[in-house]
């Protein structure tokens, strides 16, 4: 389970990050919250579509067609795109709201993620009490990612509004079985196409254009994604690649 507590100097004055091994904690999870940001480079290698919880809607990256089951890990945990969701790149750290204080954001960093040390890594902070460049770097990528999120809210508002998404339904033959995906959502192509030109426009004007385009494109992902689930015995045996180095991964 995670244990988020803020980044302090009196809680982790003494601690060390360690570098990331492998990206196992995300091997249960067959989606991963993408922000608009990230649609252009994530649309080349996932299918980016929508879920709508009650009458919010988020949108994600589809990293796999069985919940629990991350196909874009091999079998040690190396991600195996080129291109790795801002959320993951981020972790251990993330923004958290101060309970006592309004719009105030506080950096976390989950303490059972095996990632904090008293030595071996790289310290959160200097010798006087300052936060060290890797916390700075984390600060900066996490207050980066809350203000992805209130965009990513506004895009996906603006969607929902739309009267543009349906369902998307993905069958895949398993033998005499058939997998059925449910649940999510795209854009419906027919629909988008008889837009009125005023709508249209106002899609444009919001710049909504471009993430609905790269939404569209990325579709194309979803044979990808199918291959990959045909063929996991061969992933158990492709060899490891390296780690991404933490501090680079702080952008997107």
Request: charged share 20%.
């Amino acid at each position: 389970m995670p244990a988020y507590h803020p980044v302090t100097f009196e809680r982790h004055g003494k601690k060390h990050l360690l570098p990331p091994l492998s990206w196992a904690f995300a091997a249960e999870h067959h989606l991963a919250p993408l922000f608009p940001a990230e649609f252009a480079a994530a649309a080349r290698f996932y299918p980016i579509v929508f879920i709508r919880d009650q009458e919010k809607l988020g949108s994600f990256a589809l990293l796999g067609l069985r919940p629990g089951n991350n196909l874009m890990l091999d079998a040690h945990h190396r991600w195996a795109a080129n291109y790795i969701p801002a959320v993951y790149r981020r972790y251990p750290f993330q923004m958290a709201p101060i309970k006592e204080k309004n719009e105030q954001y506080a950096l976390c960093i989950d303490e059972a993620s095996g990632r904090i040390a008293d030595n071996g890594g790289t310290p959160l902070f200097d010798a006087n009490g300052n936060r060290a460049g890797i916390l700075e770097n984390a600060l900066k990528f996490a207050t980066e990612c809350l203000r992805h999120t209130q965009a990513g809210e506004a895009f996906c508002s603006l969607l929902n509004g739309s009267e543009l998404l349906g369902p998307l339904r993905i069958d895949l033959k398993e033998g005499e079985k058939t997998l059925r995906v449910e649940g999510l959502l795209c854009v419906d192509d027919k629909k988008f196409g008889a837009l009125p030109d005023a709508d249209f426009l106002g899609l444009r004007k919001a710049g909504a254009l471009p993430l609905i385009y790269a939404h569209l494109f990325s579709l194309a992902n979803l044979r990808v994604l199918a291959d990959r689930h045909k063929n996991l015995r061969k992933q158990a045996a492709a060899p490891a690649a390296p780690a991404a180095i933490l501090p680079d991964s702080f952008n997107f």
